[in-house]
């Protein structure tokens, strides 16, 4: 297991277009997690689910923003009808719900720069 | 409202100097508290992580204190090298343990100069 892998690394759009991101968790773990990170400022959570239940999102996922984890695994969230401001690094994070804050491993980040 | 404040927001020194952060939180209960390093473009990586009991931990030429009566933390470097330029991130964890129970800071950038 390499960890926390999340695809891909950069996307550019046009404001308008929708994007979706992926990420695979650590194979164990039950627990993942969507950070928003704007540059000079620390992640923002966004959302988080528990194997497939999304059990909390936060107020900054507006109607544009939509995430899944269907089987449990992998993840995906999707923006809809991009606007500028949604130009963040996109950051996932898992873990196990016997541990939820020692075992938290970060992803590398999905860069999204909207044009 | 829980917090976490970091200083100084940027930090330039030379190779081989040493240098410490500082972190002050206002997160209530206290669970654990954790230093990242996020070098730029790629996501956040622990350093350490200390719990309640715990006012030191290492982790190579980095080494964390923890002050749970003041509520401060700190970040030591150790005879810094050019690969320790990055932010740092403090993360304070209540003891909810549900997701939101991560309050991060904003981090320090950090530069390393040859």
């Known amino acids: 297991d390499t960890g926390v892998s999340q695809d891909p690394r950069h996307k550019i759009t046009k404001r308008g277009q929708n994007v979706t991101f992926r990420c695979d968790p650590i194979?164990?773990?039950?627990?993942l997690y969507w950070y928003r990170q704007t540059l000079g400022q620390g992640p923002e959570f966004l959302t988080y689910f528990q194997n497939e239940a999304q059990l909390e999102k936060s107020r900054l996922l507006s109607d544009r923003f939509s995430a899944e984890r269907p089987k449990g695994s992998f993840s995906t969230l999707e923006i809809q009808r991009t606007e500028q401001g949604d130009s963040a690094m996109y950051l996932c994070a898992s873990s196990s719900a016997g541990t939820p804050n020692y075992g938290y491993t970060f992803g590398s980040g999905t860069r999204l720069t909207v044009v | 409202k829980n917090q976490v404040e970091q200083s100084p927001q940027s930090l330039i020194i030379l190779e081989g100097k040493n240098c410490t952060l500082q972190c002050n939180y206002t997160v209530s209960p206290f669970s654990n508290l954790r230093w990242y390093k996020q070098d730029t473009g790629r996501g956040p990586v622990s350093l350490t992580i200390m719990t309640f009991s715990e006012n030191t931990k290492s982790n190579g030429r980095y080494t964390a204190t923890l002050d749970a009566d003041t509520k401060q933390s700190s970040l030591h470097i150790t005879a810094s090298q050019l690969s320790d330029s990055a932010s740092y991130i403090c993360v304070v964890s209540d003891s909810g343990g549900g997701a939101d129970g991560l309050t991060f800071g904003k981090g320090t950038h950090l530069i390393i100069q040859p």
């Open positions: 194979s164990e773990h039950n627990r």
